[in-house]
């Protein structure tokens, strides 16, 4: 018997109060957001290349379930069988996608509370979250920042 992934139990699952308990969004919200992935997805390989075995399926059921459960991507990385950093990358491929969507957009709230600034009130509006960052390496003229030495100055240590 083949083991299904999360994405294919999802598809199964009958009862749509369960998935969106499991989701955070109704069934047909989840087939917009697949249908706009699915095309992103196809055009971006098929410009040829090997495709990445995460399918846009699978990674926006990641997405939901990070966004849903918060869980650290170090715990759904070892759910999924898969590294960190592909699923930060695909978190990250899913927002940027739906963000470019207008329906997925999420409205700024500095400007949804700037009557309140304008009237003198105390509330100031500060977003932030520092969970979990995307890595930052260099990727070009490494060499440049690192020369691949180390330090050639070190104490003369005598055991």
Same mark, same amino acid.
């Given at each position: *018997?083949?083991?299904m992934?999360?994405?294919?139990?999802?598809?199964?699952?009958?009862?749509? +109060?369960?998935?969106?308990?499991?989701?955070?969004?109704?069934? +047909?919200?989840?087939? *917009?957001?697949?249908?706009?992935?699915?095309? +992103?997805?196809?055009? %971006?390989?098929?410009?040829?290349?090997?495709?990445?075995?995460?399918s846009?399926?699978?990674?926006?059921? #990641?997405?939901? +379930?990070?966004?849903? /459960?918060?869980?650290?991507?170090?715990?759904?990385a070892? =759910?999924?069988?898969l590294?960190?950093s592909?699923?930060? /990358?695909? %978190?990250?491929?899913?927002? =940027?996608?739906?963000?470019?969507?207008?329906?997925?957009? #999420?409205?700024?709230?500095k400007?949804?509370?700037?009557?309140? /600034?304008? /009237?003198?009130?105390? #509330?100031?509006?500060?977003?932030? =979250?520092?969970?979990?960052?995307?890595?930052?390496?260099?990727?070009?003229?490494?060499?440049?920042?690192?020369?691949?030495?180390k330090?050639? %100055?070190?104490p003369?240590?005598?055991?």
């Amino acid at each position: *018997m083949k083991k299904m992934n999360k994405f294919e139990k999802l598809m199964e699952l009958k009862n749509l +109060e369960l998935f969106q308990l499991l989701t955070g969004v109704t069934k +047909e919200v989840f087939y *917009m957001m697949l249908n706009i992935l699915e095309i +992103e997805y196809r055009t %971006i390989h098929s410009k040829g290349g090997n495709p990445n075995g995460t399918s846009a399926g699978l990674r926006l059921v #990641i997405a939901l +379930e990070y966004w849903r /459960e918060y869980r650290s991507m170090r715990h759904i990385a070892f =759910d999924y069988g898969l590294s960190v950093s592909t699923i930060c /990358e695909s %978190i990250k491929w899913v927002e =940027d996608t739906l963000s470019k969507v207008e329906m997925f957009q #999420i409205p700024n709230l500095k400007e949804k509370f700037r009557h309140c /600034e304008e /009237e003198g009130s105390p #509330i100031r509006v500060v977003i932030i =979250d520092v969970e979990e960052q995307p890595i930052e390496r260099p990727t070009e003229n490494q060499e440049n920042h690192y020369s691949g030495k180390k330090n050639a %100055i070190q104490p003369n240590i005598k055991y």
